[in-house]
Nanobody, 132 residues
Framework: QVQLVESGGRLVQAGGALRLSCAAS????????LGWFRQAPGKEREFVAG????????YSPDSVKGRFTISKDNDLNTVYLQMNSLKPEDTAVYYC?????????????????????????WGQGTQVTVSS
């Protein structure tokens, strides 16, 4: 069992920056891969970014590439999503998720790990609202 708790969501002006945090517990941090998803009003939940012990998932959507960066602190068992140059369309509930089924190789090269079904553990979500 992995427990995930997101934090850092808030109201921010367009063009601003925000860093979301996801604190993981319950199992060793190295035993699973982590992803960020978001769900905007009226939209499907979408993959934002992912990270394994040693690699970044390369399938982040073009809408966030160059603006969002995933990272982690192994000592703190925490994964981050740094969001820069925020736009109103970034407004969504952001979720942290973890999967323990992926090898590090397939996590990097398989698009399966951009889907909700690939992840077994989810946080409660944190609201990000970007005003114009």
């Amino acid at each position: 069992q992995v427990q995930l708790v997101e934090s850092g969501g808030r109201l921010v002006q367009a063009g601003g920056a925000l860093r979301l945090s996801c604190a993981a517990s319950g199992r060793p941090f190295s035993d699973y891969c982590l992803g960020w998803f978001r769900q905007a009003p009226g939209k499907e939940r979408e993959f934002v970014a992912g990270i394994s012990w040693s690699a970044i998932n390369p399938y982040s959507p073009d809408s966030v590439k160059g603006r969002f960066t995933i990272s982690k602190d192994n000592d703190l068992n925490t994964v981050y999503l740094q969001m820069n140059s925020l736009k109103p369309e970034d407004t969504a509930v952001y979720y942290c998720a973890a999967t323990d089924t992926a090898s590090r190789l397939y996590y990097k090269y398989s698009t399966y790990y951009t889907t909700e079904a690939a992840y077994q553990y989810w946080g409660q979500g944190t609201q990000v609202t970007v005003s114009s």
